[in-house]
């Protein structure tokens, strides 16, 4: 069975995604900061999709806890297909720009692009080492307009592996 990783499932946005790639016969995983209400509604409505799901528990700001949600995520059917960065968090405080903090700037980046970023390499890194001629799509938007001024130091890296279509 193909198996998926999803960040932010818990609810909204991201709990849609679990749903709708269960319908379609992943075994998704999905992370989020706490398991609660809201983690029971995703299983709930997974289950009703005929499908199959794991809550990991997992902070993606925290990139030194990468390589257990992959694990993780990997020990469910043995492979990883798709990885998809939902989780999202906003300013802490909403406002005029004058307002924001280097540390409510550092919160949002640290989850919105950093952690984003790193969970996305440490799943790559995984799929090459497992099946190192397998095409991997990476699909990285966010990280690549931020990057782009460094995207000539990224992309020979990774388009020998054909890791960016």
Known sequence: MPSAL???G???IGQAIVVALARRGFHVAFVDLTENEDT???RAAV???GGQSTFIRGD???VRGHDSIVQ???EIEERLDVLVNNAGVPAPVRGDLLDVTADGFDAVMDVNL????????TTVRRMLLIRPTHRVDASLRSARSAL???RRNVAPTAVPRRVFP
């Open 114 to 121: 950093r952690g984003t970023f790193f969970l996305t390499q």
């Open 40 to 42: 029971n509604r995703t």
């Open 10 to 12: 818990n609810r909204g």
């Open 72 to 74: 993780r995520a990997w």
């Open 47 to 49: 289950q009703k999709a």
């Open 6 to 8: 999803v960040t932010g």
């Open 148 to 150: 782009s001024p460094h």
């Open 60 to 62: 993606i700001a925290d």
